[in-house]
């Protein structure tokens, strides 16, 4: 098998295998073949990645600020320069079309680590005078952090969430998602070639058991986890037995509002970003499409001749731009979602069926006419499933926009610049776009309100979560006591 990893896991610095983990398979996901076969970890592997990263991490907080994001800049270097060898492999994890891996994944994981990299040495805490005495903080590290990851973006969330806690001078065990498990490998490899110390980064496979097991365990002092709503309450509720920090990057339901005095072609390729990309495999997508009425016709029409420039076929060709779901098991709960927006009087306009080859492939599917009430409409569908909902007002569609458990993204299409930061203001989400949609730049915080979230990844707020402040008073005269 091509894409064998040399071990199941990456512990201290090195590739390591303990043959009596569960074996589960990798598969990949434009043919149905078994491309790999991992182990789960055993107690025992758990234990020696835990207690890697326990040790390692002192040493390497104990380094310059400086000194730290050298490494991770020069593993930034390293994964540009192999970006095609990740991306192909990217592709084989997740099916995903190497036309977005290349230009998405490895890139974007190494824009965090060349980000977080840059900000590693000017990292402070703060002076604050009280008359003579004086109080000054030190920003420390966390401890060890674990981080668990969605099957959609391998590469990225193993760099977003390994960049931060690394440059804040964490050590880090990360599980992949067990439906894409060999990007992550890849990442500590590249780390420990970019002069990363042994344990600083760590890959333990294994499915939800293995997440549980690391969650709970005393060596570990925080945990991010990428993943969907009913996991990060089991997570968080783990973690907080503990009382441990967490991140949670969680499921959505995002509402995508286009004005009708809107630039059609925009929204319509806003609306193609936020519903196709990643076979619609994305948190954050724009999954009810919130037309006007005046323009709901002309939006449905040409979103539908766009939509004729889909090319379906084998991922790997830079020629194709929509790839197969990610597994069977989320192709069969996409198809159930679809029959049940036809049962519920959805009007579908386009797609909605499998694709006759080989693999996972499930054409991009439009409803028009949908209604609040609908279950397509309240639930993450977490597929190549696009929502058209009418209406008239501002008011009536923010009212509408935020009624929902979630509150990952959203976005506005308008010509009017105070309409655009008015509507902007009243979403309940973490990640909001004007004209535009489901761009995702290190620099930029990402992240959820509501149910979808706690925390925020990228930009300088996540130094606040890979990081805690101690407050030191420092008393320059005599100490006054009542007796
Ligand atoms: P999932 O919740 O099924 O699994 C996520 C990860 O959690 C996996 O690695 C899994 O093994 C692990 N896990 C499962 N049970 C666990 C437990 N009890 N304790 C610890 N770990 C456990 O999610 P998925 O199907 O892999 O990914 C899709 C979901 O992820 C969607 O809801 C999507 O919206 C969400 N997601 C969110 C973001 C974001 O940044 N907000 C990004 C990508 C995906």
Redesign the pocket.
Known sequence: MQNQPKASHFIDGAYMEDTTGEVFDVIYPATGEVIAKLHAATPAIIDKALDAARRAQKDWAAMTGTERGRVLRRAADIMRERNHDLSVLETYDTGKPYQETSVADATSGADALEYFGGLAGSLTGEHIQLGEDFVYTRREPLGVCVG??????PTQ?ACWKGAPALACGNAMVF?????TPLCALKVAEILIEAGAPAGVYNVVQ???????A??SDQRVDKVS????????R??YA?AAEGMRHVTM????KSPLVIFDDADLENAVSGAILGNFYSTGQ???NGTRVFVQKGIKEAFLLRLAERLAGVVMGDPQDPAVNFGPMVSGRQRDIVEGYIAKGLDEGARLVYGGKRVDRDGFYLEPTVFADVTDDMTIARE?I?GPVLSVLDFDTEEEVLARANDTEFG?AAGVFTADLTRAHRVVAGFEAGTCYINTYNLAPVEAP???MKQ??VGR?NSKAAIEHYSQIKGVYVAMGDVEAPF
């Open positions: 668990i990851g969605a099957w959609n973006y969330i599980k992949p998602s067990e439906t294994g499915l939800g058991a293995v997440g549980a690391l969650v986890l990428t993943g969907s709503v009913p996991t990060g089991k997570v783990a990057e969680l499921g959505g994305v948190c954050s993450e977490f990952l990402f992240g959820g979808s979230g990844e």
